[in-house]
């Protein structure tokens, strides 16, 4: 049972802290306003609205009767209820009218109707408490007359009501106007501080950073902040050393090759500079494995213009351009554009062509790439993205690699908060659908 609203109220409640907050801090002043307001509705203004118009009708009756009595000292009469009570009389000779004037969800017009039936019967009288501004009509039937009666409100009704509400409901919505403002300023750098983990989580650099708000989000932002940077300061440790490591090769691969070009026997020389070429392609992985950690900021790209620009790059004319959808997303430049080619380029190595098409969501955006080569089983799709995982060993190291192509590009599409799927193409080769925010 406890479960089953548990969850319910998690359904219906708000989902962001701020207005979780304000529930908190809203919820009881109105309650408290409410009950108030029912109690003083229920036990104070609807007794006092009630011997209000009790007494109202009572002199109604008295009125009646003396008139029915004394005929002859009408002027008197009127003049002094007038002069006295501001009561407006008349004696009309007319029936009552037809259509009714009181309104049926009005308390006022609900307490009047109960005293006047109770006191002259069906039919015999008639009132309007929307017709004047500060007077009820009310025309009261007696023998073959009608007398007609122009009472001032405040003998209905109690005029304070509304001064009431207003005194009950003003402070409530002052209190929760400043409640609002106190828990915008609260709530804000929590926001910031959700932003900055967002960006940090996409790989970017998160160098404008600053904790406030209270203590506690001081102290866990400050924490965030020396975690992101510990993060980036190993990530660029790694990367630096993986870098110097590949260069410090290059030297003595250099020196080998010169010596290489020096040895008479040209067919050791030959298949031994065809190993130093493996070697120094492999380096070449190695050099991009690490330029995936690289510092670059994050700018606004256009991604149907970035495939335009590869496929300038290339030069390819087996790189065919779909339908592409014009498409602004956050991003770092040099990174895609080195993730999309390296896919690209696998497909134009293992196949003849290559199909890229864009597509867009509600705040995402799709790329399919496609390729008509001989694609891979479903069971080596993990494996793939694995650093230095070669599918075929047979293969030659020079048209496979070392095996980082696909783990940068994974590598950077994580990094941008994106997700990368192998599948089955269309043209019976790899497809590579690739998804980022956008």
Known sequence: ???????????????????????????????????????????????????TTRSLVAQLKTIEEVYQNDKKNLDFFTDSYKNNFNFEIGIIQEKLPNISGERKFSPMDRSLRRELKSTFGNNNYWFSTSKFKNAVEIKIKSENEVIEFLVPKEMVSASSVRLFVLWTTLPSLILVLIALVFLKNQTRPLVRLAKAAERFGKGDYVNDFRPSGAAEIRKAAYEFDRMAKRINRHLNQRSEMLSGISHDLRTPLTRLKLQLAMIKEKDVSKNMSKDIDEMEGMLNDYLQFAKTQAKENTSTINLSNLFIEIKKDLKSENLNLMNSEETILKGRVSSLKRCFENVINNGLTYGKKVYVSLHKSSNRVIVNIEDDGPGISEDQYKNVFKPFFRLDKSRSLNKSGVGLGLAIVEDIINSHGGNIQLGKSQYKGLQVKISLPF
């Open 1 to 51: 049972m406890f479960s089953g609203l548990n969850k319910f109220l998690k359904i219906i409640l708000p989902k962001r802290l701020f207005y979780r907050a304000l529930i908190i801090v809203a919820a009881p002043t109105i309650i408290l306003q409410l009950i108030i307001t029912i109690v003083f509705y229920d036990s104070i203004w609807i007794k006092a609205n009630k011997n």
